[in-house]
């Protein structure tokens, strides 16, 4: 017999969020995910959550080698690795406890028509399903992926010893965090890419920033490289060519070129998948009504906090019936490198006043390490602010400024009265504000 459910979630990354409220709420709810030890998904277990972690340690190495020090620090990854497990293991324990009220079912799930969902041999119906399937490291075609010395950051967030040098190929959020992590801890880095310059879509003097901080901790920098085939060797490790026909050896290989929507879970015809996941509208219902889509399976911003506020907004829309629609461009994007990091918020165009706010010559910038750190503000023609990006340490944390005063609709007039604390990277804020 089928069992019946007012509402059903696939996957359980930060689906688990969207199940939580609507059990909450009254909603007979069913969460199915196809390994339960991995409740709350990559983000959790093998993506920011251990990297950031990894990255915090490694900022002390950095800090160690100063003249203030009298020995630098180096990691120990098996310790390293038991405070992951410590850190993962607490935060499972706790989703598992907020899920008391969900239905839990593990298994690989198959949504073969309307409201049906298999799942371990049995058939679940459900008047909404929302799907949030997550994605995969994508590997380019001549890469032959081993999971042993041509790695994706499945494996690289799990070594217990480090290699004696890494190639990292591509130059996105995971390409540009691991090589800061492994130049850090002492690990002969490379980064490969296709492109002459980094953060390309960021504001120029960003991305200058970020090459120059890469260097400075030893990264070897290697634009305009595209990888046409890697394969690992019994004796002198990764063999790499490339597009030119030249040849490279390196211990191991990081691939770092980008993830791919899962869509495995949709069988049915009457979802549209397209090249970038699962279709969807802006209120990620897809071409199936009453079906969601959330997350990076979708293809639209691959960030848990994207797709936390993407099924929480599709939950309170089953709940309520109506709910506003979701800026994306208000989602913060950042990337977690050393000893600054790299955050940006809003949509802004060329078109927009620009304050571009360099670092050099603050006291606490100097303190910090951050003399190349800038920070870029945008406003538009009727004097309201669009967005901003920040390089600087904890930018993440700094571009909450920014943020809440994209969602507090303020003009740069109302910005340039905020007076914030010295010494801090935020009083550099607010004189890019104030120059507005």
Not at 65 to 72: N, R, S
Not at 107 to 118: N, Q, S
Not at 220 to 235: F, V, W, Y
Not at 251 to 277: F, N, P, S, W
Request: glycine share 8%; aromatic share 6%; proline share 3%.
């Amino acid at each position: 017999m089928d069992k019946k459910y007012d509402i059903c979630f696939i996957g359980g990354g930060l689906n688990y969020a969207g199940a939580v409220v609507a059990a909450k709420a009254g909603l007979k709810t069913l969460l199915i995910e196809k390994n339960m030890e991995h409740l709350g998904g990559t983000c959790l277990h093998n993506g920011c959550i251990p990297s950031k972690l990894f990255l915090h340690a490694a900022s002390t190495a950095i800090s160690s080698k100063k003249p203030l020090f009298d020995c630098a620090a180096s990691l120990n990854m098996k310790e390293l690795q038991k405070e992951k497990e410590s850190i993962v293991l607490k935060a499972t324990k706790a989703i598992k406890w907020q899920c008391g009220h969900v239905d839990l079912v593990e298994g690989e799930a198959k949504l073969t028509a309307p409201h049906r969902v298999e799942a371990g041999g049995t058939v679940y119906e459900a008047g909404t399903i929302v799907i949030g399937t997550g994605s995969k490291p994508f590997i380019p075609d001549g890469i032959d992926y081993d999971g042993k010395s041509v790695v994706t950051s499945d494996e690289i967030l799990n070594l217990e010893s480090l290699p004696k040098k890494i190639a990292i190929y591509g130059d996105g959020a995971i390409g540009l965090e691991m090589a800061s992590f492994m130049a850090a801890s002492g690990v002969e880095t490379e980064l490969i890419w296709r492109h002459d310059t980094l953060l390309r879509r960021s504001h120029p003097s960003i991305g200058k920033a970020m090459r120059t901080q890469l260097e400075a901790i030893d990264v070897k920098l290697m634009p305009n490289r595209s990888i046409q085939s890697a394969k690992a060797t019994p004796k002198k490790g990764v063999h790499i060519v490339f597009e030119d026909g030249s040849e490279h050896y390196v211990a191991m290989l990081l691939v770092a070129t980008g993830r791919r929507a899962v869509t495995d879970a949709v069988a049915t015809t009457e979802i549209v998948i397209g090249k970038r996941g699962i279709e969807t509208d802006a209120f990620f219902e897809t071409s199936l009504p009453k079906h969601y889509a959330i997350g990076d399976c979708n293809g639209k911003l691959q960030l848990a906090h994207a797709a936390r506020a993407q099924v929480l907004n599709v939950t309170k829309r089953v709940l309520d019936g109506s709910v506003n629609r979701l800026d994306l461009s208000r989602v913060v994007k950042f990337i977690h490198t050393l000893p600054m990091s790299y955050a940006a918020v809003g949509s802004f165009s060329k078109e927009d006043t620009t304050s571009v706010m360099a670092m050099k010559g603050w006291p606490y910038a100097e303190i910090c390490d951050s003399q190349e750190g800038v920070i870029v503000l945008y406003k538009d023609s009727d004097d309201f602010i669009t967005g901003g990006e920040i390089l600087a340490p904890g930018a993440q944390e700094l571009i909450a400024v920014v943020s809440m005063a994209l969602a507090g609709e303020m003009d740069a007039k109302l910005c340039k009265e905020t007076i914030l604390a010295h010494p801090t990277f935020s009083e550099i804020l607010e004189r890019a504000f104030y120059r507005l």
